[in-house]
Nanobody, 123 residues
Framework: QVQLVESGGGLVQAGGSLRLSCAVS????????MGWFRQAPGKEREFVAA????????YYADSVKGRFTISRDNAKNTVYLQMNSLKPEDTAVYYC????????????????WGQGTQVTVSS
């Protein structure tokens, strides 16, 4: 079993920044991939970013490319999402997710999910 705990969400003004963290624990083994997804009220969950085990490959949704950066510290079993130039449309609950292999952009590929952290961007 794998446990994921997100932190770092909050309220920020448009143009501001936040850094989300996702702590991974449990029977993780190695070579796992991590992703961030988000879900706004009344909308479907959408892919935000993903990263492979080494951190050498990253993937982003077009809507966040150039503003968000995903990274990981395997020694700390933690994944980060640095969010800059935030917009009101970034307001959502952000979830981190864990998988051993599969499509990085599809939620169905992920085996474990965190409880989510709220990000609210005011205009």
């Amino acid at each position: 079993q794998v446990q994921l705990v997100e932190s770092g969400g909050g309220l920020v003004q448009a143009g501001g920044s936040l850094r989300l963290s996702c702590a991974v624990s449990g029977r993780t083994f190695s070579n796992y991939y991590m992703g961030w997804f988000r879900q706004a009220p009344g909308k479907e969950r959408e892919f935000v970013a993903a990263i492979n085990w080494s951190g050498g490959s990253t993937y982003y949704a077009d809507s966040v490319k150039g503003r968000f950066t995903i990274s990981r510290d395997n020694a700390k079993n933690t994944v980060y999402l640095q969010m800059n130039s935030l917009k009101p449309e970034d307001t959502a609950v952000y979830y981190c997710a864990f998988q051993y292999g599969g499509s990085m952009r599809y939620g169905e590929s992920y085996n474990y999910w965190g409880q989510g952290t709220q990000v609210t961007v005011s205009s």
